[in-house]
């Protein structure tokens, strides 16, 4: 028998009879841990890689006309911009829109918005969205419908921006219906300019003052009355201009571009991921583990000043991880930041200590004054989907950082002022986001309306991680710890109520006909762990966490791929949206979860 075709054979047999397909024969908890870091360490690089900046097909979101880096910015000048918009029906849009100087609007000829002026932009970032200063609505017919914008400079910013009505993260059943960008439809434009380009742009021309007045928006030029291919026109200074595509950038983009897949994006799971490799080379005393945990912190440290530059200069305001550059919410600030803190408290002396320790003064800023808080009870809450949304989540996103920051701390007084808001929030939590009925943690909470979300498992989970390490660092005599710890020991046994069989615990929490999910379950094993350790739970709990952890390994492959991991989620009334969430391998909501069950596991039984 041909060698290869038996080594293929061989392989085939290995897989369809090997007892050992997943991680269950693995005794040392510290070694399912090993097998997931050694694949991370394998299969990521942190590094940008530079890709052509493209066009989007759907006016979905927000859009850029960026005059100023095209012509360029010296002098008082007027451009244009002409684009093709599809839609399957008649309709209405509503357009939200930011610019600077003079700007007037046509859809199908009709000027549906004008605005004159000296004006400065007012773009606001928001947690998942941007506010602009003004909006227009025009009537779309079925088909296509040309847009032509002109706008002016006075010689400083030159930009437009264009966006829809932001949803905020709202969960809805039936989404809007976004016009679709169609160019390439215009027999003059070939499909190669509309892959990198939405639009054609023409410019720049005179806007010269007369009596102290800028004339060039009020003058008709030729675009406003023609779109022709081809054609010389004259231009600023009496050069010769036609149409052409805004300047097209090189962007620098991630390794894997993935959403949720790219494990060194800048988001709380990424960093989170980061803090238990620290804590995982700390632990087994392989520095390996915690240099993949460095890596991700310098790699953030020392991109920051390009991130800004794409997202500020460029414009490229999604450009990759955009969010640690300007996004005001915990997931993208504190929460991702932990294992900066960590390092600072770990290692006294190491190369970008001084970037560390200005990156995290920021962040502790942040922590105090910069995130919004609910009235009356202020604790973390948020913007999206509506204003003082509260979700358990931002327990996690906010509470581990108040600690990290108490433990880093030099100065008494404010060491008790991070573990007093740390304490303060875990109890006031409660009076949004718990179900005295369940015994469980509503997904978020509406301020203004009355209802009661889902239980869902992994917000739950963060929950029971943000009270255990409050637990574990706050003094025992502060007045809070007992609280605390009381409704820390009967949410547990709330949840060992709703363990199943095989040790899992369902994606949401009380609905058997709900998948079994390991992220839940793995930071549930973990919080159970170590409350055992730390004698917050009685010795019988080990048996529960035991469960958990073996139910886990049943779902790691040997080289360390790891299943049954929930999709990132909004907060939604609807149990469905819950019992339906796409669910994926590898993904770092679920990896770092279970590392940090790994080491609890350690823990326990050493203990």
């Known amino acids: 028998m041909n060698m290869k075709k038996f080594a293929s054979l061989m392989i085939v047999g290995a897989f369809f009879f090997n007892v050992n397909a997943d991680v269950s024969h693995v005794k040392a908890p510290l070694d399912v841990a090993r097998i997931i870091g050694d694949k991370l360490i394998r299969e990521t690089s942190f590094k940008y890689k530079l890709e052509l900046r493209r066009s989007t097909p759907a006016f979905n979101d927000m859009h850029c006309i960026d005059f100023g880096r095209t012509f360029g910015i010296n ?40 605005a004159k002026g000296d004006r400065k932009l007012g773009l606001v970032y928001e947690e998942l969205s941007l506010r602009m200063g003004g909006s227009f609505i025009a009537p779309l017919k079925k088909g296509n419908n040309t847009i032509l914008v002109k706008s002016e400079t006075a010689g400083q910013e030159w930009l437009v921006y264009l966006q829809p009505p932001s ?37 720049p ?49 991630m390794i894997d571009p993935e959403a949720w897949g790219t494990n060194y994006q800048w988001n709380y799971h990424n960093g989170g991921l980061a803090w238990v490799m ?10 390996k583990y ?44 504190l929460a991702p930041s932990l294992p900066f803190l960590y390092r600072l408290r770990k290692q006294r002396d190491f190369q970008l200590r001084d970037k560390y320790e200005e990156f995290v003064e920021q962040m502790c800023e942040y922590a105090k004054f910069g995130q919004i808080r609910l009235p009356g009870q202020q ?23 108040l600690i990290q920051a108490a433990l880093l701390s030099d100065i008494e ?49 963060w929950a029971a991680w943000a009270m255990s390490e409050v637990l574990m660092y706050l ?55 170590r409350g055992v350790t730390h004698g917050w739970l009685s010795r019988k709990y080990s048996a529960v966490a035991e469960k958990g952890w073996n139910a886990i390994k049943k779902e790691i492959e040997p080289d360390g791929t790891t299943h049954k991991i929930c999709a990132g989620t909004m907060c939604s009334a609807d149990e469905q949206y819950y019992v339906n969430r796409t669910f994926y391998d590898n993904d770092t909501h679920g990896l770092f979860a279970v590392i940090a069950a790994a080491i609890e596991m350690h823990n326990m039984y050493r203990k």
């Open 475 to 529: 003094p025992k005599n502060h007045p809070k710890y007992k609280d605390i710890l009381r409704h820390f020991r009967n949410f547990i046994d709330s949840l060992v109520r709703l363990q199943d069989d095989n040790g899992f615990w369902h994606n949401v929490l009380d609905r058997k006909d709900s998948p079994v999910e390991v992220s839940g379950t793995a930071i549930f094993t973990m919080a159970i762990a």
């Open 167 to 203: 949803l905020k993260g709202a969960v809805v059943a039936e989404g809007p219906i976004y016009p679709m960008f169609a160019l390439d439809e215009f027999p003059f434009v070939g499909k190669s300019v509309t892959e990198v380009s939405n639009w054609i742009v023409i410019g």
């Open 413 to 461: 007084e404010e060491k008790y002022t991070y573990f007093n808001d740390a304490a303060n929030q875990v109890l006031n939590f409660n009076t949004q986001v718990w179900d005295e009925e369940a015994k469980l943690y509503m997904h978020a909470k509406y301020l203004n309306r009355n209802i009661k979300l889902p239980h869902w498992s992994r917000a739950n989970g």
């Open 278 to 287: 620290q804590m995982l080379g700390e632990i087994s005393g392989d520095k």
């Open 75 to 114: 002098k008082p000048a007027v451009a244009y911009a002409y684009s093709i918009l599809s839609v399957p029906n008649d309709m209405q849009q509503t357009f939200e829109i930011e610019h600077n100087d003079g700007c007037k609007i046509w859809v199908n000829g009709e000027l549906v918005y004008e």
């Open 205 to 253: 021309f005179e806007n010269k003052e007369e009596n102290g007045v800028r004339i060039g928006m009020e003058k008709s030029f030729v675009p406003e009355s023609k779109i022709e291919i081809g054609k010389m026109y004259e231009g600023l200074d009496g050069k010769s201009i036609t149409w052409t595509i805004p300047k097209v950038d090189v962007l620098g983009t």
């Open 379 to 401: 604790i973390y809450t948020r913007e999206s989907p509506e204003k003082y949304t509260t979700w358990v989540d931002d327990m996690f996103m906010g509470i581990p950082f």
């Open 290 to 333: 915690s240099e993949y945990g460095n890596k991700f912190c310098d790699f953030h440290i020392q991109g920051l000043p390009f991130v800004k530059y794409q997202v500020k200069d460029l414009n490229a305001l999604y450009s990759a991880n955009h969010r640690i550059a300007a996004t005001p919410m915990l997931d993208y600030t």
